[in-house]
Structure formats: structure tokens, C-alpha cells
């Protein structure tokens, strides 16, 4: 079988290229669907990755390939449609949260599964709302769900989750959890997920990349990375207190 996901070498400069690239020589593969944590200290560029693995920038140097297939060789927008990327902050766009929910199939012509959405809604702690009011009034960690809820509507072999339960409570974070690792094995969803919560990288991943000195410093079994990180810069981070919790959502 192909692998999900490689990439071989990758580069990004710096904006203006001055100076040392942000990161280079990144490489890594996901041989088989799987979840993976992408960890490291703020301005790594971690959600810069994501975004180059999603086709919403470019690569100064090396290859990114999906099943086999460089992103060279494949048009932008069916790229898209297999690679989602889940924002740090989401946005929404004008009009009512459905409108919101159906953009993705209007953009892609393909069904929109009414009922997915409405099996999935009180699922991720969403039942409460109103489809039909402005999607402009949701809270932060509202608009994170329904930006997932997007993009889960498209059934794409990769997603990549850039922190995307960091505004959330507890229980709303566990839903949100629960319903990702349902949709991993049932699905065969790849995940990449950007996060500051060792506990859900535990709990979830089953591998962890960890950037650091401007490029992917360790790539580990995530038991393995946790117990016996093989870098100096990787067993500081883990060694952080636990995230101060519960923060409100900016709305
Ligand atoms: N070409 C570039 N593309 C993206 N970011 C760049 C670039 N050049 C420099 N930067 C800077 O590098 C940093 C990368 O940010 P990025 O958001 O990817 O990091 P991050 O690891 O996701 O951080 P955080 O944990 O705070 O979200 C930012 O400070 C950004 O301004
Ligand atoms: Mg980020």
C-alpha cells in the first residue's frame, strides 16, 4: 500500500528569506492511517507545516506526496478536498451557520449530508444551536467546531487540526476528542493535530513530531517520545507544567 503521506526535505524561508530558514530538512512518513501529534515550543512553525501540507502555501524546497502523488502533480483544489486544514482561528464566512456547513459542498459539488450533520451536532456539544442564525455570533470554540464539522463533510484522507481544542472546556474537549478517534477508525482518517496538551497527545496520537532547532527534531512512538525524548530541547518541553485550563472562548 502507498503511504498516506511523505515528505521529503522540506523547506520554508523566513519572510524576505533573510537569515536562517524557519525550518528545513523536514521529513517524515505516515506509512498507514494514523493520528499524529505535532508538538513544539510557540513559532516553530507548526501551523506554517500544516498549512504547506494543506496546499494553502508553498514549499521553498522539497516534496510533499499523498498516496504516492507530489502536490506538484495535482491541481490545488482536489488537493484541498483530500488535505483539510482546521485553522487556529477559524473563520467563518457571512451568512447563517448552515450556509456556513454547505460551502464546502457547494465548492466541491458533492452531496451535503444533512444527516451526518445532525448526527454529529450534539455530538460535539453543538445541539443548542440554531443553523439558521449568523455564523458572525458564534463563540470561539463554536466556530472551531463548526469549521471541523466543514470540513469532516468532506471526507478527507488527511486533516490537520492546528489546536483546535485550545479554547475549549473540558467536557466540550472530550466530546470533541471522542468524536475524532471515532471518525479515525471507522474512516481511516490520517490526523495531524497541532497541540499544547500533553494529555491529549498521549491519550490520542500514536506518533509525535516534535520541531525544534528549525527542523522535525524527533519523530517517536508517542509512549516513547514521552518516557525517553532523545533530544535535550524535547525533554524541557515535556518537563512544562500542565496548560493552566479553561480559559474563556474569544467570542
Ligand atoms: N515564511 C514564513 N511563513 C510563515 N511564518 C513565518 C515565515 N517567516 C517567518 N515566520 C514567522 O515564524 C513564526 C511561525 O509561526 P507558526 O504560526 O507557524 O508557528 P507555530 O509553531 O504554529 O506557533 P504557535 O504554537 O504559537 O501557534 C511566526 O512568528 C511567523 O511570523
Ligand atoms: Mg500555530
Given amino acids: 500500500m502507498n503511504p498516506v503521506l511523505e515528505l521529503h526535505n522540506v523547506k520554508k524561508?523566513?519572510?524576505?528569506?533573510?537569515?536562517?530558514?524557519?525550518?528545513?530538512?523536514?521529513?517524515?512518513?505516515?506509512?498507514?492511517?494514523?493520528?499524529?501529534?505535532?508538538?513544539?515550543?510557540?513559532?516553530?512553525?507548526k501551523s506554517t507545516l500544516l498549512r504547506m501540507i494543506a496546499a494553502l502555501d508553498n514549499a521553498d524546497e522539497g516534496h510533499i506526496r499523498l498516496h504516492n502523488v507530489s502536490r506538484r502533480e495535482m491541481d490545488a483544489r482536489q488537493w484541498r478536498m483530500k488535505v483539510c486544514y482546521v485553522a487556529q482561528q477559524s473563520v467563518m464566512l457571512q451568512g447563517s451557520i448552515e450556509q456556513n456547513l454547505k460551502t464546502v459542498s457547494l465548492l466541491h459539488r458533492i452531496p451535503y449530508e444533512d444527516k451526518l450533520v445532525q448526527h454529529l451536532l450534539p455530538r460535539l456539544g453543538l445541539a443548542h444551536l440554531d443553523l439558521s442564525k449568523s455564523a458572525d455570533r458564534l463563540s470561539g470554540g463554536e466556530k472551531q467546531r463548526i469549521s471541523l464539522l466543514r470540513s469532516l463533510l468532506l471526507?478527507?484522507?488527511?486533516?490537520?487540526?492546528?489546536?483546535?481544542?485550545?479554547?475549549?472546556?473540558?467536557?466540550?474537549?472530550?466530546?470533541?476528542?471522542?468524536?475524532?478517534?471515532?471518525w479515525h477508525h471507522q474512516e481511516g482518517t490520517t490526523i495531524i493535530m497541532v497541540t499544547h496538551d500533553f494529555e491529549q497527545a498521549r491519550q490520542m496520537s500514536k506518533a509525535v513530531w516534535f520541531m525544534g532547532e528549525g527542523t522535525l527534531l524527533e519523530n517517536s512512538e508517542t509512549a516513547a517520545f514521552f518516557e525517553h525524548p532523545s533530544s535535550e530541547l524535547a525533554r524541557q518541553y515535556i518537563m512544562q507544567p500542565p496548560l493552566q485550563k479553561?480559559?474563556?472562548?474569544?467570542?
Fill in 13 to 45: 524561508n523566513r519572510h524576505g528569506s533573510e537569515g536562517t530558514p524557519l525550518f528545513a530538512n523536514v521529513s517524515a512518513q505516515i506509512a498507514e492511517p494514523a493520528i499524529v501529534a505535532l508538538l513544539g515550543v510557540s513559532g516553530q512553525g
Fill in 155 to 182: 471526507h478527507p484522507a488527511v486533516l490537520l487540526l492546528d489546536e483546535i481544542t485550545a479554547s475549549l472546556d473540558r467536557g466540550s474537549k472530550e466530546m470533541v476528542e471522542q468524536v475524532l478517534q471515532e
Fill in 246 to 251: 479553561e480559559q474563556p472562548c474569544p467570542s
